[in-house]
């Protein structure tokens, strides 16, 4: 029988008991500590990560630092890695199964031995019917802010809400940032959700059974988005509330074409001249290097492009822009998994070498389904390039949090009139561009583009 003294004095304060019989026993030759390794958060917000796969199986032995899973969130796919030693004793999830941040990935058994009984796999027998109950005081409930990592460069407006509210929202599809809080600075209350559900139930028509019967047979089965259509989705939704206006223009790429011609004969020059050159290995310079360092040096006189809408305690009624000074540019890329939108930072600091550098480690990253969470925060402003798919306009869609997005499509030789009344063949870039009417008016959105335009058509300008 295990003396139990020490611990009955310790928890004397916490009631009075009669006198009483306490025994345990157990069964197994010996006590170890099971690890819950739980789901750590990745930040940006994501509640939830779609297991892609396993490292390890049952019955493995591991060490701190060797990798466990992958998982998929609505932004990137990151490798889990373990915090323990010992053996892989559970694994909690199946492929394919969606993660909630803080539920346990795989039980790992430590080989430590458990000396506290309350963790022990024991069985009780209490010989007392008298034993006073002790209550435990209930928690008071946290309550949940939703936001990125930094108020000061927040690009959401805050929701405040609790635990509770924020499981019926998901259990109902429901998108809180829609949800109008009644509460004290704006907050959700359960009554707010309940409400909301409510009457969206009377505003949406339903559909009969029979006609989704009709639907699945003519159009075949359905299938559940990917994590990447899911955020795509989501934010799309958040994008239709933005008052888009457009503007477009044409660009003469001849001289801008010279540039990125000279720039990679210069990494050619280096590779041969300093063979320890390794950053610059295989590295080609493109047209979207240059248009990226214009356009950041555009964003120097129009700052309000690269700002942020942010809203007082959550209240849509009290928007503040949120100037940024730093560039943290979001490129459209497109992946077999789907259309994802990492950010070059800092490209006001940024070389037009340097930045192709970037792109070139993002694109290879997003190839290998390697990018980070990190690669993904605090984006400014999109820039989306359509040119080796084909096309000429885009008429691209603001992301929430920004105001501005840019589009070009292919470079195409046409015949334009020069200077002097002659026609000539010209490289013609086509670009679109769409700006938050909400903050930005139409003429500083021409002037910015203006701006941008003059830079790729006198690059040298941008050594000023």
């Given at each position: 029988m295990i003396n139990l003294s020490k611990f009955l004095k310790r928890s004397a304060s916490c009631g009075s008991f009669k006198t009483s019989t306490v025994k345990y026993f157990h069964?197994?030759?010996?006590?170890?500590?099971?690890?819950?390794?739980?789901?750590?958060?990745?930040?940006?917000?994501?509640?939830?990560?779609?297991?892609?796969?396993?490292?390890?199986?049952?019955?493995?032995?591991?060490?701190?630092f060797d990798k466990i899973c992958e998982v998929q969130s609505d932004k990137a796919a990151v490798e889990i890695?373990?915090?323990?030693?010992?053996?892989?004793?559970?694994?909690?999830?199946?492929?394919?199964?969606?993660?909630?941040?803080?539920?346990?990935?795989?039980?790992?058994?430590?080989?430590?031995?458990?000396?506290?009984?309350?963790?022990?796999?024991?069985?009780?027998?209490?010989?007392?019917?008298?034993?006073?109950?002790?209550?435990?005081?209930?928690?008071?409930?946290?309550?949940?802010?939703?936001?990125?990592?930094?108020?000061?460069?927040?690009?959401?407006?805050?929701?405040?809400?609790?635990?509770?509210?924020?499981?019926?929202s998901r259990e109902n599809n429901v998108d809180l940032s829609l949800v109008k809080g009644s509460g004290k600075d704006g907050r959700i209350m359960k009554e707010d959700v309940l409400s909301f559900i409510q009457h969206g139930a009377k505003s949406t028509p339903s559909i009969p059974q029979e006609g989704l019967k009709g639907i699945a047979a003519t159009t075949g089965a359905a299938t559940p988005l990917t994590q990447i259509q899911k955020a795509?989705?989501?934010?799309?939704?958040?994008?239709?509330?933005?008052?888009?206006?457009?503007?477009?223009?044409?660009?003469?790429?001849?001289?801008?074409?010279?540039?990125?011609?000279?720039?990679?004969?210069?990494?050619?020059?280096?590779?041969?001249?300093?063979?320890?050159?390794?950053?610059?290995?295989?590295l080609k310079i493109t047209f979207m290097a240059i248009f990226l360092k214009?356009?950041?040096?555009?964003?120097?006189?129009?700052?309000?492009?690269?700002?942020?809408?942010?809203?007082?305690?959550?209240?849509?009624?009290?928007?503040?822009?949120?100037?940024?000074?730093?560039?943290?540019?979001g490129i459209a890329m497109d992946t077999p998994q789907g259309l994802i939108v990492p950010n070059i930072k800092n490209v006001e600091t940024k070389s037009i070498i340097e930045i192709a550098i970037e792109l070139n480690r993002l694109k290879n990253l997003s190839a290998q389904e390697k990018l980070t969470p990190k690669d993904f925060q605090q984006t400014t402003i999109t820039f989306s390039n359509i040119g080796n798919v084909g096309g000429t306009w885009l008429h691209p869609v603001i992301t929430e949090g920004q105001v501005c997005i840019g589009s070009v499509g292919k470079v195409q030789k046409l015949p334009r009139f020069n200077k002097d009344g002659v026609v000539v063949s010209q490289d013609i870039l086509c670009t679109s561009w769409n700006a938050d009417h909400r903050v930005v008016d139409g003429a500083t959105l021409a002037r910015f583009v203006t701006k941008w335009k003059g830079y790729l058509e006198q690059p040298a300008w941008l050594l000023t």
């Amino acid at each position: 029988m295990i003396n139990l003294s020490k611990f009955l004095k310790r928890s004397a304060s916490c009631g009075s008991f009669k006198t009483s019989t306490v025994k345990y026993f157990h069964t197994s030759s010996s006590l170890f500590k099971i690890e819950q390794f739980k789901l750590a958060d990745i930040g940006e917000g994501i509640a939830e990560c779609e297991l892609i796969k396993w490292f390890v199986k049952e019955g493995d032995e591991i060490s701190q630092f060797d990798k466990i899973c992958e998982v998929q969130s609505d932004k990137a796919a990151v490798e889990i890695s373990s915090r323990f030693d010992g053996k892989v004793v559970k694994l909690c999830h199946k492929l394919g199964d969606m993660a909630k941040v803080g539920s346990t990935l795989v039980e790992i058994d430590t080989g430590d031995e458990d000396v506290a009984v309350e963790e022990a796999a024991t069985e009780k027998i209490v010989e007392n019917k008298n034993m006073q109950q002790i209550q435990t005081p209930t928690p008071k409930t946290d309550i949940i802010l939703e936001d990125f990592s930094n108020a000061h460069k927040k690009s959401n407006h805050l929701i405040f809400t609790t635990p509770a509210v924020r499981r019926i929202s998901r259990e109902n599809n429901v998108d809180l940032s829609l949800v109008k809080g009644s509460g004290k600075d704006g907050r959700i209350m359960k009554e707010d959700v309940l409400s909301f559900i409510q009457h969206g139930a009377k505003s949406t028509p339903s559909i009969p059974q029979e006609g989704l019967k009709g639907i699945a047979a003519t159009t075949g089965a359905a299938t559940p988005l990917t994590q990447i259509q899911k955020a795509m989705f989501r934010q799309m939704t958040k994008s239709l509330s933005i008052p888009h206006f457009g503007f477009s223009e044409e660009i003469i790429l001849n001289e801008s074409i010279k540039i990125r011609n000279s720039l990679n004969e210069y990494i050619k020059f280096e590779n041969k001249a300093n063979k320890n050159a390794a950053n610059l290995k295989d590295l080609k310079i493109t047209f979207m290097a240059i248009f990226l360092k214009a356009m950041s040096k555009s964003l120097l006189s129009f700052p309000i492009l690269n700002s942020g809408l942010v809203f007082e305690s959550g209240d849509l009624s009290k928007p503040l822009l949120q100037y940024r000074d730093y560039h943290n540019i979001g490129i459209a890329m497109d992946t077999p998994q789907g259309l994802i939108v990492p950010n070059i930072k800092n490209v006001e600091t940024k070389s037009i070498i340097e930045i192709a550098i970037e792109l070139n480690r993002l694109k290879n990253l997003s190839a290998q389904e390697k990018l980070t969470p990190k690669d993904f925060q605090q984006t400014t402003i999109t820039f989306s390039n359509i040119g080796n798919v084909g096309g000429t306009w885009l008429h691209p869609v603001i992301t929430e949090g920004q105001v501005c997005i840019g589009s070009v499509g292919k470079v195409q030789k046409l015949p334009r009139f020069n200077k002097d009344g002659v026609v000539v063949s010209q490289d013609i870039l086509c670009t679109s561009w769409n700006a938050d009417h909400r903050v930005v008016d139409g003429a500083t959105l021409a002037r910015f583009v203006t701006k941008w335009k003059g830079y790729l058509e006198q690059p040298a300008w941008l050594l000023t």
